[in-house]
Structure formats: structure tokens, C-alpha cells
């Protein structure tokens, strides 16, 4: 019967219109869309299997066997579209030997074989139930194809009482696990199944999105029987949404598949739908062969209900081409068929097709008739829609109800064996015990001895270690301060040579002088311009000597600072007027913001020397015109914070980086060519220190530069 491959489904107008027509080819129980795997199987692989089945059961040894199991779920699975029976006979013998065996796999598919059998029977509450155990038992052994087409087949199952939120989830669960684990060949198949639930739910867009992906994985597998289900779902969709073109299009697609399979029933179906689309066009002339071309391959096959849908098609297109004889005819036929098979659906729509057209040839008695017949049986098929609305109530309660007994068996059955598990496991600690006891009284014997020797080992093993330890520890420390002192050996080395040269240049130009005056004379203003720029390299030279001496003082003995009270504000005073005729050279501006009142607890000499460095080489990188700033704040009320402010050239990231460091590789020379070896820096960072204070510096190139340091109170 065409039922088995197809479902036809006529939806009847408002308003008493003209009965439409639609037949949906391969929607809802296209078996082997809906089932993945339970697709009709050749006659051929059926014998073929059964074959094996005997020769195994002419060896008594291949009946208790997993692959005996399997063979007998295989056979379950090929009859599902054959002979159900047959499928309910095999799962069950599967079941059974899958029991005694202890055979889990095969436990799981004849529990899947056994659902899809009560599935197929319209008894959804026991399918779910033994879908239930089976997805249990495959989740436990983590049979991940077992759980993928057990969650498909839930999907059908919800899918068919028309719970279709349900039945999303479950074919979500199904085609995740397909993917994850590459089970290719069962993919499109729950693709497609989304793809029709989408469609009844009027969700086309998603629809066309699964459908699509189906049909892309089909043509790559040269799967056309699933290539002409993804077509005329694809088609279904087009047709709902008003593009008929492309509704056609897919249907001579299914069309052409099924002349190449010789599959008569396709053939059918793709012109049933071909023609139906073609009504709503108007084309028909076109319409009429269509339907008369299934309906000669419907009579071919003996398909009574597919021949009243192709007679309700040629019925309504003779009606709309005019010819009400035509229609007439084939309108009692097809009534004639359907009251025959007891298809109450097409009873309906005859009668409204008949009504119509009798009310169109103003035979009022007639159409009259016809219309009361028509209502009487619309009334039947909503009662059938509400009974059946209850009895997918009932069949959720039954399951929820069977489920529950399953669980409270199981528990029950679970409590038993555990009793006896513990019965069993108590009397063998008992006996374990025994022995136990006995083992480690002679264990405690034998080794204690041994435990004394491995202690003696282990003890020295660890002072070993620790000596060990020790020794690489002092070789790493050796190594590290020899590293050091070559390092500082070299910087030395490095900076008495500049220290040498910046030495030798003053003395040499006082030398040279010298002898020139003495030799050639010099007038008293050539002398003065002279000896003024030879005494500014002097008074650099002797900086720098007074910061090789503390520098070389603090190296050998240690820097020690002996704190005082001492006036910040003097202190600057005496070191500006010392510098205000370098600053007067530049034509610099040094502005003093330090107050009488800020007193400071701090060695007096190195602070000394450590504004001095700060403000020479403020005034040895800033460019003429610039400007030096001081100030001071409190912080903390325990330290002032001095800074020492200049508009001069500034410094990048790199330079920032390497100050207060023995680096004399990097010498830089001021704005008006002044000397350098930054062991000014040095000095005032290790004397900050010693003075219980911190220097930090910021600068930009082009923008200046910002030394701020910190010392110590006066509290009175």
C-alpha cells in the first residue's frame, strides 16, 4: 500500500471554496529517511542473511556467539519494512541470547529493533520504553552509535505523536554524536528528519538549512534513494512557501532518480506533485498528464490509495479546465475507492469536489448531498484528530508510568544483588582477614630487619644529597661573585681609562699654556679667555675626581652615612652659587621652590654630593635658555620628596633603563660638549640608599627630564 512509502495529506479551503489538493511525496514515512537504518532491504540481502543464519545454527558452537547475536539483529533490522513480525521474532531471540551472554552491544540494538517494531506498531509508550533501557546500557558501555540511533529513533517516536519539540531535541543528541564520531553514513538521514520537523512547524528556513546538508551529503555518498527523499522534502518546502518553480525543479529531479531506480512508487509521487503545482498554475493540460501518468503506475503497483489521490488530482483539474463530465467521473471514482479502503480523508474531499461542482451545474439537490456528506465526514475526522490528541496523552502517561515500574524493578532487582554481593563479600573478608593476619605477623618479622638497612640508606642517601646540595650551591655562588667581579673589573678598567683621558686633556692644555706664555707672551685679555675656559675643566675635572675618591671609598670600606639636622635649603644654596657661573654660561634659569623650613635627617656630605651631581648634570644637558626647577614636598610625614626638574634634552626608554648602572660603554656628551661617566649617578643612587631614601626618573626626548629622590625627616 502507497501509505508504507508516502504520506498524502489534502487540506480542504475556507469558506466552502474548491477542495485543494496536496499530495506530499516522500514526507514523514519515507522509511528510509526516517529510520537510518531500517531501510527496505533486496529481497536478495534478506535471503543472504538468513543463509548465514542457518549454517550457523547447524554448529551448536555458533549459536552462543556475539556474532550469532549480531546476524540476529541484522535479520531484525531487514525485515522492518518487509514483515514486521518477523522483525519482532528476530530482536527477540537477540534479546534473550544478549541476556545469557552477557552480550551488552547486542543487548542494546535488539532493544532498538524491539522499539522500532512497537514504534511501528503505533504503540509509542513500550518503544520508548525499550529505547530507554537500551540508551541506559549503551551510555554505560559508551556505545556511542548504539546511543546515536536510539536517540534518531526517539526523535521518530515524538516525531509521529507530534511532538515535535521533542523530537528536535532528540535528533540534535543523535546528530552530535554522529559527528563527533564520524558516522558519516548516518548523518543524513537525521539531517532530513530535521529538516521535516522544521517543516511542520513552519520553520522553513531552518528546514531548507538541514535539507540542504543532507542533500550535499547524499549526492557524495551516490545515495539516490535518500537523494530523491532530500528532493522532494526540499520540493514540500519550496511548495508551502509559494516558489513553485523551484518546487518543480526538485520534483523532476525525483522524477529522473526514479526512472533510474525503476521505482515505480517514486515515479508516482513526483508526478502526482508535479501536477498538483502545475493545478495551481493553471497549466492543465499539463496537470492532467501528469496525474494520468501516476495513476497509470499506481494501478501498475496496485496502490488503491494512491490511485484515489491521482482521480481527486485528474477530478479537480478536468473541473478547472471546464470539463464538469471529466471531473464528475473521476471525482465517484476516487469516492467510490476511498469508501472501498475506508480512507475517510479523500471521502471528505470527494464529496466537496462533487458538491462543487454539481452546485456549478445548479444541480442544487446534488451538490446538497454531497456537501452534507462532506461535513458529516469532516466532523468524523476531528473527532478521530481529538481522540487521537488523547490517546498521545494517555500513551505519554502509559510510558511515564511504564518507565516508572521499570526503574522501581530495577531498583528492587539492584537491592537483591547487592544483599548477596554483600553476603558473599562478607564471608571473604572473613576468610581474607585470616590470612591477612597471618601474612603480616610473618611480614612484621622479615622486615624489620629490612626496614632498618633502608632507613640507614635512605638517611645517608640524604645527607649525601644534602652535601650535595651544599657543595653546587657554593660553586654556583662562587661562580656567580667571580662573574661579578670580572664584570666590575672591566667597567674599572673602563673608567679609570676616561677618567685618564678627561684627566690628561686639562692638564695638557695647562701645560701648553704655560709654555706659550712663557715662549710667545700673551696680553693680559688673550690670557684671561684662556685660563676662564681651562678653569671650567678644571673644576669638572676635580667633580670628577671627588666622585672617583667616595666611589673608590665606598668599594673598598662600604658606604655609612652619619645622620644630622641639616637645612636643605643651605645646603642648596652654597651648591647653586658654586654652579651660577656655569648656569650663567647657558644662560640657564635655576629656579630654588626648596624652603627655609624644610629639615632633613640625613648624612650632610653625601646629600651634598648627591644634589650637586643632580644639578651638574641638569645644567650639562639643558641647551641654552632652558630652565632647572627644585622642589620638595612632604610624604608620608616621614620623608621630603625632592626633585630636580630640566627643560634640557631628555632621554628615551633605553637610556632611562640603563642609568644607575656601571655602564661607561654608554658615555654622553652635554649640550655644550661637557664630559661624562655617569659614575655621578651611581654615587647618588648607593648614597640615597645609605640615607634610607629611594631615586626614581622620567623623562621624554626633546622634553626634559625629572629626577625625584627621597630622605628622611627632622622630628623634633
Request: proline share 1%; aromatic share 10%.
Amino acid at each position: 500500500m502507497k501509505l508504507s512509502l508516502i504520506s498524502r495529506i489534502l487540506i480542504l479551503s475556507n469558506n466552502n471554496q474548491l477542495l485543494k489538493l496536496t499530495k506530499l511525496g516522500f514526507l514523514i514515512l519515507l522509511l528510509f529517511s526516517i529510520w537510518s537504518f531500517h531501510s527496505t532491504e533486496p529481497g536478495g540481502k534478506v535471503d543472504s542473511l538468513k543463509h548465514l543464519l542457518r549454517e550457523m545454527d547447524s554448529r551448536e558452537s555458533s549459536s552462543s556467539t556475539s556474532a550469532y547475536i549480531d546476524l540476529q539483529n541484522a535479520l531484525a533490522t531487514a525485515f522492518y519494512n518487509r514483515n514486521p513480525d518477523s522483525l519482532f521474532y528476530y530482536a527477540q531471540n537477540a534479546k534473550s541470547l544478549s541476556e545469557k551472554l552477557a552480550y551488552d552491544k547486542g543487548l542494546v540494538d535488539a532493544l532498538y529493533n524491539l522499539g522500532a517494531y512497537y514504534n511501528k506498531m503505533g504503540n509509542y509508550s513500550n518503544a520508548l520504553v525499550n529505547f530507554d533501557q537500551g540508551l541506559k546500557i549503551a551510555k554505560q558501555m559508551e556505545y556511542t552509535l548504539g546511543m546515536a540511533r536510539i536517540f534518531h529513533s526517539i526523535g521518530v517516536n515524538y516525531f509521529d505523536q507530534g511532538l515535535y519539540e521533542d523530537a528536535v531535541q532528540h535528533y540534535l543528541q543523535a546528530l552530535k554524536i554522529k559527528e563527533d564520531e564520524g558516522y558519516v553514513s548516518e548523518i543524513p538521514s537525521t539531517l532530513n528528519n530535521l529538516g521535516l520537523v522544521f517543516t511542520e512547524m513552519n520553520a522553513y528556513e531552518r528546514a531548507l538549512q538541514y535539507l540542504e546538508r543532507a542533500l550535499e551529503m547524499r549526492k557524495d555518498q551516490h545515495d539516490k534513494e535518500g537523494m530523491a527523499s532530500t528532493y522532494s522534502n526540499i520540493a514540500l518546502v519550496k511548495k508551502n512557501t509559494g516558489d513553485f518553480e523551484q518546487a518543480l525543479a526538485y520534483y523532476y529531479q525525483c522524477l529522473q532518480l526514479g526512472t533510474e531506480m525503476l521505482d515505480k512508487q517514486l515515479i508516482s509521487v513526483s508526478h502526482y506533485n508535479i501536477g498538483d503545482i502545475q493545478v495551481k498554475k493553471g497549466e492543465y493540460e499539463s496537470a492532467i498528464e501528469n496525474f494520468e501518468a501516476a495513476l497509470r503506475f499506481d494501478n501498475e503497483v496496485g496502490d488503491a490509495v494512491g490511485i484515489s489521490y491521482d482521480m481527486l488530482g485528474l477530478g479537480e483539474a478536468y473541473f478547472f479546465k471546464g470539463n464538469n463530465a471529466e471531473a464528475i467521473n473521476y471525482a465517484q471514482n476516487a469516492l467510490e475507492i476511498s469508501m472501498d479502503r475506508g480512507i475517510k480523508n479523500n471521502i471528505a474531499k470527494s464529496h466537496s469536489l462533487l458538491s462543487e461542482i454539481f452546485e456549478k451545474l445548479g444541480q442544487g439537490m446534488n451538490a446538497l448531498h454531497h456537501h452534507k456528506q462532506f461535513k458529516a465526514y469532516s466532523d468524523s475526522i476531528k473527532s478521530l484528530e481529538a481522540e487521537s490528541a488523547a490517546k498521545e496523552l494517555a500513551t505519554k502517561y502509559e510510558f511515564d508510568k511504564l518507565k516508572a515500574n521499570l526503574l522501581q524493578q530495577q531498583r528492587e532487582q539492584e537491592l537483591e544483588r547487592e544483599k548477596e554481593w554483600a553476603k558473599i563479600i562478607r564471608n571473604s573478608v572473613i576468610v581474607l582477614s585470616f590470612f591477612l593476619l597471618l601474612a603480616l605477623f610473618i611480614a612484621i618479622r622479615s622486615t624489620r630487619k629490612q626496614r632498618k638497612a633502608r632507613n640507614l640508606v635512605t638517611q645517608q642517601k640524604i645527607e649525601l644529597e644534602k652535601l650535595y646540595q651544599e657543595i653546587r650551591h657554593q660553586k654556583e655562588e662562587i661562580e656567580n661573585i667571580a662573574k661579578d667581579l670580572r664584570e666590575s673589573n672591566k667597567s674599572k678598567d673602563k673608567l679609570f681609562s676616561i677618567v685618564s683621558h678627561d684627566l690628561r686633556s686639562p692638564i695638557n692644555s695647562l701645560k701648553g699654556l704655560m709654555q706659550y706664555s712663557l715662549d710667545e707672551g700673551l696680553s693680559q685679555e688673550e690670557f684671561h679667555l684662556v685660563t676662564h675656559k681651562l678653569k671650567h675643566e678644571v673644576e669638572q675635572v676635580h667633580f670628577t675626581l671627588i666622585n672617583l675618591l667616595h666611589w673608590a671609598k665606598g668599594q673598598m670600606k662600604g658606604i655609612k652615612a652619619n645622620p644630622e639636622r641639616i637645612s636643605l635649603h643651605k645646603i642648596i644654596g652654597e651648591i647653586l652659587e658654586l654652579y651660577q657661573s656655569q648656569a650663567d654660561a647657558k644662560n640657564i634659569q635655576v629656579q630654588n621652590d626648596i624652603k627655609h623650613s624644610i629639615i632633613c635627617y640625613c648624612d650632610k656630605d653625601q646629600v651634598n654630593l648627591i644634589l650637586r651631581n643632580l644639578i651638574n648634570n641638569a645644567l650639562k644637558f639643558t641647551p641654552r635658555g632652558g630652565k632647572i626647577q627644585l622642589n620638595a614636598s612632604l610624604e608620608n610625614q616621614s620623608h621630603w620628596e625632592i626633585s630636580v626638574t630640566d627643560s634640557g634634552i631628555g632621554m628615551d626608554e633605553k637610556e632611562l633603563q640603563s642609568l644607575f648602572k656601571m655602564n661607561v660603554s654608554n658615555k654622553k656628551y652635554g649640550t655644550a660638549g661637557e664630559k661624562g661617566t655617569g659614575l655621578g649617578l651611581l654615587l647618588v643612587k648607593d648614597f640615597i640608599a645609605s640615607n634610607q631614601g629611594e631615586i626614581r626618573a622620567t623623562s621624554q626626548p626633546g622634553k626634559g627630564s625629572t629626577f625625584t629622590f627621597t630622605l628622611p625627616a627632622w622630628k623634633e
